[in-house]
């Protein structure tokens, strides 16, 4: 239902419905009519298939070959959780990107014993303490664990961690693929040096003609990507980027 809007299964249901009811009320077509229903299907059926979403992702996605950092601190970003919770310790509720995002901050924090993570999210549904919990459960002492609960977006994460890196430190910013552009144009616009750790990669092509069918994986991928356009020329129009 998060990106039932951008869904381009939702695209196309509304243009054969617009395409049906245009001729019924018009009894004809024009030229133009034509051209925008064939290129909407088009561009609907595209994508829902792996290689129209892959298109997307690497239209969005950042190289991040060149950037780094010296810096012992991460940010890693709450994915929220998939469902209604009642305590902290909930870790089935879970989204699979959050569980990627914490596993990718365990491993960081494996390779120094002074590094520290910044846990940043919103105070509803716990999502922050169950990710807290989750780190220590696999080991992560909690001194080196740090809770922000009080930012409800992106951008107000990118702006709340000024009171615990005052001095505009390097930082690592561990968030997904897709999300991962407008994360960093966020933290960027708030001052910080900003050194990207993807928590995983969602440009994964589909083998032969198989990338040219649907694919539900394909349709997840091309919704977040239009969900992540759509907040970038958001973020763009609000003066957050």
């Known amino acids: 239902m998060k990106y039932l809007i951008t869904s381009p299964l939702m695209y196309m249901s509304i243009c054969f419905i617009f395409f049906a009811l245009l001729i019924y009320f018009t009894k004809k077509i024009t030229l133009f009519w034509r051209v925008f229903f064939l290129s909407w299907f088009a561009l609907s059926y595209l994508l829902m298939t792996s ?53 990718s901050a365990r491993r960081w924090l494996l390779l120094d014993s002074r590094n520290k993570i910044l846990l940043t999210g919103s105070k509803a549904n716990s999502e922050v303490p169950i990710l807290n919990n989750y780190l220590m459960l696999m080991g992560v002492p909690s001194e080196r664990l740090i809770i922000d609960n009080d930012s409800n977006t992106t951008f107000e994460s990118s702006t709340n961690i000024d009171q615990w890196l ?16 407008r994360a960093l144009l966020s933290f960027e616009k708030s001052g910080y040096l900003v050194c990207p750790l993807i928590s995983h990669n969602q440009h994964i092509r589909a083998l032969g003609i198989r990338k040219f069918f649907p694919d539900s994986h394909a349709i997840i991928k091309s919704e977040k990507v239009i969900h992540e356009l759509i907040g970038i020329a958001w973020y763009w129009s609000t003066d957050r980027i």
């Open 166 to 181: 005052s001095n505009k430190e390097p930082v690592f910013l561990i968030t997904s693929q897709i999300h991962m552009r």
């Open 51 to 103: 290689f129209g979403a892959n298109l997307l992702v690497g239209l969005i996605a950042i190289d991040d070959s060149n950037k780094t950092c010296i810096s012992n601190t991460a940010i890693l970003l709450a994915n929220g959780m998939t469902r209604h919770t009642l305590n902290d310790r909930e870790y089935g509720a879970m989204s699979i990107e959050s569980l990627n995002r914490v596993h």
